[in-house]
């Protein structure tokens, strides 16, 4: 094999991977394409292991997410990006570790903050409730 027969062996693969438009080994799953082993989710592509998910792209390992992209090992993201091992994050992006954050990039290990800044429990869940209303955010429960 030489790279010019590599290089065109690799284009289809990929090719074929993004043609697919299966669901293996999912189960419940309404309007996902290419979602393996995945359960009750529903207008999602490319997740892997995720459960009870919506509008989601290339999530691994999540559950209850609403319109998360690029996600490992998260639950009830909701408007997330690329976060990792994060729960009840909102409009968030690269976290690690958090939880209750919304608004938040680039944090590990915090809790209950708002755009970056620390909140105590009481009035984080207050503040969140008033801009997910004002904020129209679908799919977050406060």
Same mark, same amino acid.
């Given at each position: 094999? *030489?790279a010019?027969?590599?290089?065109?062996?690799?284009?289809? %693969?990929?090719? $074929?991977?993004?043609?697919r438009?299966? *669901?293996?080994r999912s189960?419940?799953?309404? $309007?996902?394409?290419?979602?393996?082993e995945?359960?009750?989710?529903r207008a999602?592509?490319?997740l892997?292991?995720?459960?009870?998910?919506?509008?989601?792209?290339?999530?691994?390992?999540?559950?209850?997410c609403?319109?998360?992209?690029?996600?490992?090992?998260?639950?009830?993201?909701?408007?997330?990006? !690329?976060c990792?091992?994060s729960?009840?994050v909102?409009?968030s992006?690269d %976290?690690?570790?958090c939880t209750?954050?919304?608004?938040?990039? $680039?944090l590990?290990?915090k809790?209950f903050?708002? %755009? *970056?800044?620390?909140?105590? !429990?009481?009035?984080y869940?207050a503040?969140?409730?008033?801009l997910? !209303?004002?904020l129209r955010i679908?799919g %977050?429960?406060v």
């Open positions: 094999m *030489n010019k027969e590599f290089e065109a062996a690799y284009a289809r %693969l990929v090719s $074929g991977q993004h043609g438009r299966d *669901n293996p189960i419940g799953c309404e $309007g996902c394409e290419r979602c393996t995945c359960t009750f989710c999602s592509t490319g892997t292991r995720s459960h009870y998910c919506e509008s989601c792209v290339d999530c691994i390992d999540c559950s209850h609403v319109r998360a992209k690029g996600c490992l090992g998260c639950s009830h993201a909701v408007d997330a990006a !690329r990792v091992k729960a009840y909102v409009r992006a %976290l690690s570790g209750y954050c919304f608004g938040c990039v $680039g590990t290990g809790d903050h708002i %755009l *970056n800044e620390p909140y105590d !429990r009481e009035t869940f503040t969140v409730k008033k997910a !209303r004002e679908a %977050l429960a």
